[in-house]
């Protein structure tokens, strides 16, 4: 079957699509044909050597597809839809998911949708719900509005939970389409000091939740922007990772709530509960259409090396797909 | 009444026995004749004018004594043996306590001991379950164990969790007197590196918990000494509030939850719920004597300075008392 790899050599800079050996599947695995695969910024650090974590040659945490071997797990059948997170290997014609993570796709959705959804939208329910514990009617800080996780988030915010939902990107278009998503209070972060605009829009309150994918360069401003004994979710350092100077007081004086988290190096058995709570919780919502997934570009595998530079031009709104059935 | 207060002028280093007013009480508070006040230090900073919240010029954050006038009460009557949180005013004959954070004093504890229990086990307890969330056989790791909260931690951690309690201090002494109360793994921390007796006790898995009084000095070794998913709760700064650099990655690779508190500033709804949960929760291990206040030392109210002048020379194990019913 047909892979993206890393290529050979010092500077681990492309991918190219090659021939690898079919998956073995282990036996907790379904062996799915692989129909849309999605790239995520753990994909492009994996590809530049820098994550750690990979054990997989072929790049790719989540695919979307039909079951080619069910593999003895009652609950598939052989050309069930499903999409998921795998342990790397979704760039490819055929991965090994790990059936407890499996989740069927609604018939409302297509493969290309589906593919679009178990990371960012994992990751938004992870961080506001079972870290952030986003209660009805709260306040979120939603960074990066316009990205994969930040769309999902959006919406799961909103149409979950009624939340009041403040939103920075850097552009007008993406902010236009954060508000189509529902968010009350978008920022251009580029001409405002987002600080400033939160507590505008909170009576000086601040916000209960934050999620961070920025890290060092909002610092300052986060802690300026969050309510006493708010929770902040730091889930990315896209801004750097240094912190110089930190002053603790301002934790405890404001009773702040700080959460470092990753998915991708989660466990298997965390990712099958996250998994499992999401489809039933949030599914419904998908199906009945009032959460979507966001797909901003698919590209062809061959064109896997594109279809990362475009995330790396960092003008996506939602997610870059790689569709693998051709 | 007499009432000990911050001498004027600019240089605020000294408290003096004076006359002055009896207490107003609100329709909230119940009256307390004052047997036994305690010192804590907000109280030092207080005196020194850095606190920024006190809003009595009597000192003193909790009183044990009895109730002079229950104030329409009805859970209360004149002659109530009472311990409790309150606005200030401590350091004096007679203290304003609001009625629903007024703890009645089981019949085996005298004054004294029941004027060592709210500062310090309302934190302990606030600190090691509202926050840090301990679980049943966990394991904790409780810096300054020989301080006031610190006792009162490893007693609640063995006794309602039966932790696994680990304990940092700084002289033989104070470490002897942690594993009479039950900590399990006493760590010397001026011969020691604690991070790496704390691998040591865990199997190099860290702690689930830590209770940080410390802040900066500790930070690093802190970091090395948490679980993956440990939590981490920052209730002083001790060792410095300053940091001069964090990595951010290390929060998220490790999935840490930090959260600042403090306890004096929260308000009034919080400290009432807190102390009456704790009532409910942690005072039938007193009365059975299972867990016990700590006292230190003893010293007359007129004699404040000294008591303060103990506690920052940082020998007490347990807490500092002040006599004012003589």
Redesign the interface.
């Known amino acids: 079957m047909k892979g993206i790899v890393v290529k050979e050599g010092n500077n681990r800079n492309e991918m190219e699509l090659t021939d690898m050996p079919k998956p073995e599947i282990g036996a907790g695995d379904v062996l799915v044909k692989v129909d849309h695969a999605a790239v995520n910024r753990t994909d492009i650090l994996n590809r530049e050597g820098k994550s750690g974590y990979a054990v997989n040659p072929i790049l790719g945490v989540e695919a979307a597809g039909t079951i080619a071997d069910a593999n003895g797990h009652q609950s598939f059948a052989e050309g069930d839809r499903v999409m998921g997170l795998v342990n790397g290997g979704g760039y490819a014609e055929y991965v090994a998911m790990p059936a407890d993570r499996a989740m069927k796709i609604p018939s409302s959705l297509s493969f290309a949708e589906a593919a679009a959804i178990p990371e960012v939208f994992l990751t938004a329910y992870q961080t506001l719900y079972w870290?952030g514990k986003l209660q009805q009617h709260e306040t979120v800080l939603i960074h990066a509005g316009a990205s994969g996780v930040g769309t999902a988030a959006i919406q799961l915010a909103k149409q979950l939970s009624e939340a009041k939902v403040i939103v920075t990107a850097g552009s007008e278009r993406k902010l236009t389409f954060c508000r189509e998503l529902g968010a009350d209070v978008p920022i251009n972060y580029k001409e405002q000091a987002f600080d400033e605009e939160v507590l505008k829009a909170t009576d000086n309150e601040g916000v209960d939740l934050i999620l961070d994918f920025i890290?060092?360069d909002y610092w300052d401003k986060n802690m300026k922007s969050i309510k006493k004994g708010g929770r902040w979710v730091?889930?990315g350092?896209l801004g750097g990772?240094?912190?110089?100077?930190?002053?603790?007081?301002?934790?405890?004086?404001?009773?702040?709530?700080?959460?470092?988290?990753?998915l991708t190096?989660r466990t298997d058995a965390y990712k099958a509960e996250l998994s499992s709570e999401f489809a039933r919780t949030v599914i419904p919502y998908m199906d009945k259409g009032s959460v979507r997934p966001i797909i901003d570009t698919i590209f062809p595998g061959r064109k896997a090396n594109q279809a990362h530079q475009h995330m790396e031009n960092n003008q996506n709104i939602g997610k870059i797909l790689l569709s693998m059935n051709e």
């Open positions: 870290i890290g060092a730091l889930i350092v990772a240094e912190l110089e100077n930190v002053n603790l007081m301002s934790l405890m004086s404001n009773y702040i709530q700080l959460t470092g988290t990753l190096p």
